[in-house]
């Protein structure tokens, strides 16, 4: 007759349990080891756990069969080097599947369950040999081989000293494969609400889980990887997209390859410098709060800002990059102006800026308040809009699919459902979303975004792909030239390329085999849209080149955005009338007026501008993503504040 549980066995163990603090002694059959594996992973060894263990034992004599149970004692048992499961163990040791296995190879296998780590055939073969020995010895003993039979197996029998793979299955990991690995082990409790429990569950549950990954986007985004020239330095790239209806993880390229203990920092999920493809954010948080892409502000190079959040640089000054002068907010855009953009982020607000970037890429990697060992905060500093503050490519991916889902932001997510051994369903993915930005300030900020491909900074590289289909974007070089980005999306999807030095912040100048490839300086036109076309290009073979809603006419005339504090404004409040010189007639003897003209224009009178109060920038409290902009009428004049002469700039 078969019972659940030992009694004998199990009151000596209880007691013991009881007794003291030594260690637990085991399970004492096979439906109570099943119990233990299944059941109670992160149950407190304490005298309670052997009587929870009858019961869960007794219950599952009652509900399955003899069969059943050694069915599931098997899938889930322990054999060593990482092997959960007959499968498992039949490939790591044999190379094969478990119906392939023969009786020896069964028998081998069975003899390794009792002390799998002492019985270790890969890295204790002299033990393995002998713990082998005293199986086949027991296979004689209970009349399943012959003394002429044994000795022939002890003769013939090779133990397996290294790990082997079926050969029509090949399963490699990959930076998906572990990223997923360690999001349910570690960042959420899908899988129970210990790492015990999710270790069990995943390591010898059985389950079936579906992810989010597909396939041919991820051997397509491989495939584009390899556009970035192999250097020296090993300067590499990185790929993530997501579904922008879903928040779908589609494909995630962490660099190269994945080699375990030698390249597995996924560089996807490492956070990095994002030069200036953090101005989508900035461009966002602009138009929802009333800004129209024909606002004009200034982008002159170089500039100074103040930096309040850092007591420690008072103020920043931007040397780098392309001076913009006074310009629409779409020009800036397109051309991507540091100065204009860091004086935008304080018309905006800094901090609520920030609040931008965490509702827009909100996902389990990019929260408020998340320990600073886990995720450096982001950070209001004058140096935002240059790229100071580090993200991830799935941060960026996901911050774009805000925009390109027009403003509903869907967390990104790599499971689909679980199902256990026998199909039945464990988890199934709850989308979160939320409204991040109004519908019409997406679609802005999608119509400002095309241009980036069309006329922008990277129309070198994917012009062409604009022509076939509907796509916005955004570059970014890190100062230095020391990480190169491009952000972009269609209405399928948002991907986000970044490439960078793994190991370090390295300048990409004058690389040799750049150099060789044509590109001598790294920036977000060139080797990250190249990668992002030569990707995105063929992933959407047989889809609708969709377009998104045109922008909404504006509702206003353009204006002057400027910071106060750091700009002064001053509105027309009256003229002064030139002195113009006069002359008599000859003939009628009157005193007319001589017409003056300096620098080809006629003297005309001159405005007179009283200075204006908007306030200072942004307050830190003040969050609200529609609270309005400090600007003024075009025809204002808006300078340095020491032009300003008790409120009046004199005439010129």
């Not at 009694?7 to 233990?36: E, H, W, Y």
């Not at 790990?163 to 360690?182: G, H, L, N």
């Not at 584009?224 to 020239?229: E, G, H, I, N, Q």
């Not at 920036?523 to 290009?537: D, K, L, N, V």
Request: glycine content about 8%; hydrophobic content about 40%.
């Amino acid at each position: 007759m078969h019972h659940g549980v030992n009694v004998r066995s199990l009151i000596r163990a209880v007691l013991s349990n009881f007794a003291s603090d030594a260690p637990v002694q085991g399970a004492s059959t096979i439906t109570m080891q099943v119990v233990k594996n299944d059941f109670m992973a992160g149950f407190d060894r304490d005298g309670r756990y052997k009587i929870t263990q009858i019961a869960y034992a007794v219950r599952l004599e009652k509900e399955l069969s003899k069969d059943e149970i050694m069915e599931r004692y098997l899938n889930t048992v322990y054999f060593g080097n990482n092997s959960y499961g007959i499968a498992a163990a039949a490939e790591t040791y044999f190379g094969k599947l478990p119906a392939d296995l023969t009786f020896i190879e069964s028998a081998f296998l069975a003899g390794l369950v009792r002390a799998p780590s002492s019985y270790d055939p890969i890295n204790r073969p002299e033990r393995s040999r002998a713990r082998f020995i005293q199986v086949v010895d027991r296979l004689v003993e209970d009349e399943l081989l012959t003394e002429a039979e044994a000795s022939e197996v002890l003769d013939t029998f090779v133990i397996p000293e290294r790990r082997q793979q079926i050969p029509t299955r090949q399963i490699d990991r990959t930076y998906f494969s572990e990223a997923v690995r360690q999001y349910l082990l570690n960042d959420s409790d899908i899988l129970g609400d210990t790492y015990e429990e999710r270790y069990t569950a995943l390591y010898r549950g059985g389950l079936r889980i579906h992810t989010t990954l597909n396939p041919t986007m991820q051997a397509l985004a491989e495939e584009a990887r390899d556009v970035l020239p192999d250097t020296v330095e090993g300067f590499d790239a990185a790929i993530t997209t997501v579904d922008n209806a879903t928040g779908a993880i589609r494909a995630m390229v962490g660099g190269r390859g994945f080699i375990p203990n030698q390249r597995e920092v996924n560089l996807a999920l490492a956070p990095s410098q994002t030069g200036s493809s953090i101005k989508i954010f900035i461009l966002a948080a602009a138009l929802q709060a009333g800004a129209l892409d024909a606002d004009i502000l200034d982008g002159t190079r170089p500039c100074t800002l103040p930096n309040t959040a850092d007591p420690n640089e008072p103020e920043f000054t931007i040397t780098g990059g392309v001076s913009g002068g006074v310009a629409s907010l779409r020009e800036h855009t397109y051309r991507s102006i540091n100065c204009a953009f860091a004086r935008l982020s304080q018309i905006v607000g800094l901090h609520r800026v920030v609040d931008t970037v965490y509702r827009m890429a909100a996902s389990d990697y990019l929260r408020p308040g998340l320990p600073a060992e886990v995720r450096e905060p982001i950070q209001p500093f004058a140096s935002f809009a240059t790229g100071a503050n580090e993200m991830s490519t799935l941060d960026m991916a996901a911050g774009m699919q805000s925009i390109a889902n027009s403003g509903v932001h869907v967390e990104p997510y790599y499971v689909e459902r679980i199902e256990d051994a026998d199909g039945r369903r464990l988890y199934t993915h709850t989308p979160r979303t939320s409204r991040v930005l109004d519908a019409a300030v997406a679609d802005a900020a999608i119509d400002i975004m095309k241009d980036t491909l069309v006329i922008g900074t990277a129309r070198r590289s994917l012009a062409g792909f604009a022509e076939q289909r509907p796509a916005a974007g955004k570059t970014g070089t890190q100062q230095d030239n020391t990480t190169a980005w491009f952000v972009g999306a269609t209405r399928q999807f948002s991907t986000a390329v970044m490439v960078r030095d793994p190991d370090r912040y390295t300048a990409m100048v004058d690389i040799p085999e750049f150099v060789e490839a044509g590109v001598p300086r790294v920036q977000g036109g060139t080797f990250p849209a190249q990668i992002w076309g030569a990707y995105m290009e063929p992933a959407h073979v047989g889809l609708d080149a969709l377009d998104w809603n045109p922008p909404p006419a504006a509702v206003r005339s353009p204006v002057r955005l400027y910071l106060p504090g750091n700009e002064c404004a001053g509105v027309i409040v009256g003229f002064e009338q030139p002195e113009i010189p006069t002359r008599i007639d000859p003939v009628t003897g009157e005193e007319v007026p001589i017409l003056v003209v300096i620098d080809d224009e006629l003297l005309q009178p001159q405005p007179i501008y009283e200075q204006v109060t908007t306030g200072t920038t942004v307050p830190v409290e003040v969050t609200d993503p529609n609270a309005g902009l400090p600007s003024v009428p075009l025809d204002a004049y808006v300078g340095p504040c020491e032009q300003f002469i008790d409120g009046v700039v004199p005439p010129q």
